[in-house]
Nanobody, 121 residues
């Protein structure tokens, strides 16, 4: 079992940048596919980005392609989400998640507590 703790959220103006971090503990981090989800008020939770165990494969939701970058450091062990050119519609609670499944867009089993990202216009 893995425990996840996110950090790095906050308030930023449109066009700005933030980097979210998710520190893992409790199990072998490199055995997990990692994902970042977000949930805006009144909307379902949405997978924003995911990364394979080695970091060699990634997935991005269409609205963040070219603006967000997911990466991981298995030695730390931490997964990151670099968010550039932020828009007000990126405002949400962002969650880090982990799965030992086979695909990036499958079900995730372990979740962090979430970190708020607010983008002002």
């Amino acid at each position: 079992q893995v425990q996840l703790v996110e950090s790095g959220g906050g308030l930023v103006q449109a066009g700005g940048s933030l980097r979210l971090s998710c520190a893992a503990s409790g199990d072998t981090f490199s055995s997990y596919i990692m994902g970042w989800f977000r949930q805006a008020p009144g909307k379902p939770r949405q997978l924003v980005a995911a990364i394979s165990r080695s970091g060699g494969r990634t997935y991005y939701e269409d609205s963040v392609k070219g603006r967000f970058t997911i990466s991981r450091d298995n030695a730390k062990p931490t997964v990151y989400l670099q968010m550039n050119s932020l828009k007000p519609e990126d405002t949400a609670v962002y969650y880090c998640a982990a799965t030992q499944g086979l695909v990036l867009r499958g079900a995730y089993d372990y979740w962090g507590q979430g970190t708020q990202v607010t983008v002002s216009s």
